[in-house]
């Protein structure tokens, strides 16, 4: 057994072994340690969404590149100067009346098809009524039984104001027959009104022509059910002994269109023929949207040559008012903002499409007359796409040679 009191030499070899002394970690430094981190995982976030943008960016360029249309540019070419224009114009009757019925029946018979002129008053068309001419034979008879009885009224009462004089009779049944004479008398009236009213409307029984004119469409047939007020059409008059033509002059011009001027308008179907109008009216303003005026001539249509809903060219001579161009009708935009010809603008080293609004003249089918809108430097797209749009990228290729981006 070892002596309790003995030293045990492992113990003291272990314990001459001193442990290394350990300073403890400060708190500032704990903070500064964290704000390193903090700050490396912010940069390292940063860089890392600026690099996506950046690549996001780069793939939005280039796809937009990649999509935008390719397009064919070339110069207006100068047109003669511009001392007259011509613009296109809409034909309407001078009067252009739908007829319809103001009674209910059946169609008993019509006399005028498509294509008839009809003088003022002619017999168009006959409506059967059998219900409105019974009604028409009861009001007669209550207009008659409504006499009879202010009749006898009215003797009652003037035989009572010869009697009450002598007091024969009292005061009191006087008032009262003449009281009823009165009372009778507005119920004649009223029954008088009565059949009036009805026999008017059996006089619509009758459709008359309420002008000179051409019937231009028929809608109704024997024997077919006719309503009151215009739910149907029964016939379309109008008067073409004298057409109207309705044009737009553009607001640069409109400082010209005087009333009574005398104008030249030709029509298509009557190629080499000319007409010869007169201003007779205009809108006296300009149409904010269109930025034109409103301008009617008449047209002397006595022989019949002309119709109505047709297209006409009204030619308009003025001052010289400057140089004209002339594009193929392909480079033409039309929609609802008017008249617009694609030119190619650039924007630093980016070609972009504008859409100019501008003002026609001369068409021979072919090619078109520009008015107003173009200059001499402008590059027209010569057969833009349906879907380009103001400020829309373009590839410009210029012929012979190969596409070249950003339009250089």
């Not at 009861?138 to 004089?165: C, H, M, P």
């Not at 006595?302 to 392909?330: C, D, N, W």
């Not at 410009?396 to 339009?407: K, L």
Request: proline share 6%; aromatic share 6%; net charge negative.
């Amino acid at each position: 057994m070892n002596d309790p009191s003995t030293p045990n030499p492992h113990e003291s070899a272990h314990d001459d072994i001193a442990a290394p002394d350990q300073k403890p970690i400060s708190p500032r430094m704990a903070t500064i340690g964290a704000i390193v981190l903090i700050v490396v995982a912010v940069v390292l976030a940063v860089v890392g969404i600026l690099n996506r943008k950046s690549a996001d960016t780069v793939l939005a360029d280039r796809t937009q590149e990649i999509a935008a249309p390719t397009v064919l540019t070339a110069p207006p070419k100068p047109g003669a100067p511009l001392n007259t224009f011509m613009l296109p114009g809409n034909v309407t009757a001078f009067t252009d009346a739908p007829i319809y019925a103001r009674t209910s029946g059946y169609l008993k018979k019509w006399y005028f098809d498509i294509g008839a002129r009809v003088k003022k008053g002619d017999l168009l068309a006959e409506i059967s009524t059998p219900e409105l001419d019974q009604q028409l034979a009861q009001a007669e008879s209550d207009l008659l039984t409504a006499q009879a009885t202010a009749n006898n009224a009215r003797i009652q009462a003037e035989r009572y104001t010869g009697l009450v004089k002598t007091n024969a009779v009292s005061q009191q049944d006087t008032d009262t027959y003449v009281n009823q004479a009165a009372a009778t008398a507005a119920a004649v009236r009223s029954s008088q009104a009565n059949v009036q009213r009805l026999r008017e409307m059996q006089s619509f029984e009758k459709i008359y022509a309420p002008f000179d004119g051409v019937v231009t469409a028929r809608t109704i047939d024997t024997g077919q059910l006719i309503d009151t007020g215009a739910a149907k059409e029964l016939f379309r008059l109008q008067a073409i002994q004298t057409l109207r033509v309705y044009t737009n002059v553009p607001q640069a011009f409109s400082g010209g269109v005087k009333r009574g001027m005398k104008l030249d308008v030709s029509f298509s179907e009557h190629p080499g023929k000319v007409y010869q109008g007169t201003i007779e009216r205009t809108a006296d303003a300009i149409d904010p949207t269109t930025r034109t005026l409103l301008v009617e001539i008449d047209l002397d249509n006595r022989k019949g040559e002309l119709f109505p809903g047709s297209m006409a060219q009204v030619h308009f001579k003025t001052a010289f008012l400057g140089q004209s161009y002339v594009v193929p009708i392909a480079a033409l935009i039309f929609g609802r903002e008017g008249m617009r010809v694609a030119v190619v603008v650039n924007d630093g080293s980016t070609a972009k499409a504008h859409l100019a609004p501008v003002v026609i003249g001369e068409d021979d089918g072919a090619t078109v007359q520009i008015t107003s809108g173009l200059n001499a430097n402008d590059r027209i797209i010569q057969d833009p796409p349906d879907s380009l749009i103001e400020g829309e990228k373009v590839t410009v290729v210029n012929p012979g040679t190969s596409s070249n981006a950003g339009g250089k």
